[in-house]
């Protein structure tokens, strides 16, 4: 196999069905007979290309939310109790429940973890969340996300329709925080008790946090299931509400807003029987064992396509 670096997908040709050239930079043409695309989550060029050249493609429900921050001793004594000692590893969270018949859930816990700045464009804001190899930073994090459906936003036909709504909360997002890389934050009870928050105890958000009301942000039916999802987790992990956690937003990037429909047996698309969409660029795959099982699964089929 080859490696090219700074190497961008620009263009495609179709004739017949099928995709026979491709353009990388604006200028290389190379014919392919078979084409894997797995761009990611957060190509959206890749999207509004296809879009372009009359590929079909369907908004996808996804995710969004916000990030929480807690201390690693509180996540340590809540979950292990009197059992906490030094030779245990720092302790994670798993929580789900379901209001309004949609899910509010964690994604992505971090213990010992750092939030990080994630934006992959002008003018917008992302959080994630990542942990170094021995979990030892004093503090947690996870998502805590609410689903999403286009049937929940305006123009459910479009295919663009979560992909507008996630581009348009990491853009306000950036606007609210200064327009600048720092976040929108919020201690976890005053967002419960819709007050703005005066203090902080703490951030691991290197670019900094700006203090806004989350309803400011995030229209009421995303502020609504969070606010209910969180007394429910609090019922879970008692003294999880509370000043000493802050929420930074958004959280966005938890899967894809859009889908590129495949064959359900053969993955290829729908439509263009020689391109393989995979893994979370296509909507197939919620984090990195889904993706990388995915990949498998398109490169088995392939090589059955050509055998």
Known sequence: GEIHFNSRLTDIHIQNDKINEITINEELKVNVSNIILATGHSARDIYELLHAKGVKLSAKPFALGVRIEHTQDFIDQAQYGKLNDEFLPPASYKLATQIDDKGVYSFCMCPGGIIAPCATAQEEVVTNGWSP???????????????????????????????????????????????????????????????????????????????????????????????????????????????????????????????????????????????????????????????????????????????
């Open 133 to 307: 190899s021995k979990r030892n930073n004093p503090y947690s994090n996870a998502g805590i996300v609410v689903s999403v459906t286009p049937q929940d936003l305006s123009d459910s036909e479009s295919p663009f329709t979560c992909l507008d709504f996630q581009k348009e909360i990491e853009h306000r997002a950036w606007n609210l925080a200064g327009k600048n890389q720092k976040v929108p934050a919020q201690c976890l009870l005053d967002f419960i008790q819709n007050e703005k928050s005066a203090h902080f105890p703490r951030s691991s958000y290197q670019p900094g946090i700006e203090s806004v009301k989350m309803d400011d942000l995030f229209p009421e039916f995303i502020c609504n299931r969070l606010r209910k999802g969180f007394i429910e987790f609090n019922k879970k992990i008692p003294g999880f509400i509370s000043n000493d956690a802050v929420i930074h937003a958004p959280e966005s990037r938890t899967s894809s807003p859009i889908l590129i429909p495949r064959d359900k047996d053969q993955l290829h698309h729908i439509e263009l029987k020689n391109l393989y969409p995979c893994a979370e660029g296509a909507g197939y795959a919620g984090g990195i064992v889904s993706a990388a099982i995915d990949g498998m699964n398109c490169m088995l089929k392939l090589a059955q396509k050509q055998n």
